[in-house]
């Protein structure tokens, strides 16, 4: 996975006493999948409808997709669907890679 800096997380995760783990904004679902193979169960939180299709393709039955964003908050924002779903998020423009990503 690209995020090193989560390895020494990754190592914990697995050692608690934890069977469900939560990924918000689980995006095309790489660390769904991953977290999938070490909890018994994995909520995927992923407002992006391109990117839930790619979540509900993974073949891990344990894991259970929430179609939502998360916020520190309660209340409503413009969320923008990019071609790119790598790039979708609540930003007008995303800051890595987001040159050319318009809304679809």
Do not use: Y
Request: aromatic share 4%; with cysteine; charged share 25%.
């Amino acid at each position: 996975m690209e995020e090193d800096f989560l390895v020494d997380l990754k190592e914990l995760a697995i050692k608690g006493p934890c069977r469900v783990a939560i990924d918000v904004g689980a995006n095309r679902g790489e660390w769904t999948q991953w977290l999938a193979e070490h909890f018994d169960h994995v909520l995927a939180v992923e407002p992006a409808p391109p990117a839930v299709e790619r979540l509900r393709q993974l073949p891990h039955k344990n894991i259970h997709i929430v179609e939502a964003a998360c916020a520190s908050k309660h209340g409503s924002a413009d969320f923008h669907v990019r071609s790119c779903v790598d790039q979708s998020s609540l930003l007008d423009e995303h800051p890595i890679g987001g040159a050319g990503r318009v809304d679809v």
